[in-house]
């Protein structure tokens, strides 16, 4: 049997304990977490932390037309599943680093890995190893299952992200706009007036002119 991983990560502007208390509560934060891929979701036991037992089912095919950008056509059934949904009983452990996920009816461990970035900012680490079918035919469906997987968890992590993202300030449509004043011009400088000499008369050269009278 061949062993497959896959891996997701994502930057969360939220303290590492926030990060933690958030995806360890199962009765409420979790379920808004979720992808379309997931469905079926109950918890079983506890809901909080270590202990919690949570049930889901996990459509891989679903995650892999997604990610190619497939959409079925008006009219078309859907196309019948190559691999049917995994039916998975997680167990919950909180770790020292983050928390582990192991589902009772399979191999698949899903490892959530938690760091502290600084600034209240948190890196996570989403480690997915299962189980791949077996055989030579089942080669090409191996990379398709590692490429579903972390599409799926790349979903739950861009929710996570969102969740602690903060909101924008509302826009109050009813305040006017303020407008920005145009800088004042200068006032135009006054145009110097060329004052005549009390000497000089205005008509001395039509007087120059004149023809001297006998």
């Known amino acids: 049997m ?34 379309r891929e997931f469905r079926d979701y109950e918890v079983r036991a506890g809901g909080q932390g270590s202990g919690t037992e949570v049930r889901w089912t996990l459509s891989l095919e679903e995650a892999i037309r997604t990610k190619k950008g497939r959409k079925p056509k008006k009219g078309r059934k859907p196309d019948k599943q190559k691999t049917p949904p995994w039916d998975c009983l997680m167990r919950v452990e909180v770790t ?7 589902d009772t009816r399979s191999e698949l461990v899903v490892n959530w890995v938690l760091r502290d970035s600084g600034d209240g900012r948190t ?24 490429l579903a997987v972390r599409t799926v968890y790349e979903g739950l992590l861009t929710g996570l992200h969102d969740m602690f993202e903060p909101e924008p300030p509302p826009i109050d449509a009813d305040e006017p706009e303020t407008e920005t004043a145009e ?10 007036t060329k004052q005549l000499d009390s000497t000089e008369h205005p008509n001395k050269s039509e007087e120059i002119d004149k023809p001297a009278r006998d």
Do not use: C, F
């Not at 989403?126 to 990379?143: C, E, F, K, M, N």
């Open 2 to 35: 061949a062993e497959l991983q896959a891996t997701a990560m994502a930057m969360v502007n939220g303290a590492t304990e926030e990060v933690l208390a958030a995806l360890t509560d199962y009765v409420e934060t979790r379920p808004g977490l979720l992808t």
């Open 96 to 102: 020292e680093d983050g928390l582990v996920e192991r």
């Open 123 to 146: 890196a996570v680490r989403v480690d997915a190893s299962w189980i791949g079918p077996d055989g030579l035919r089942h080669t090409l469906d191996r990379p398709k299952q590692q």
């Open 183 to 192: 800088p004042e011009k200068p006032d135009a400088e006054p145009t110097a």
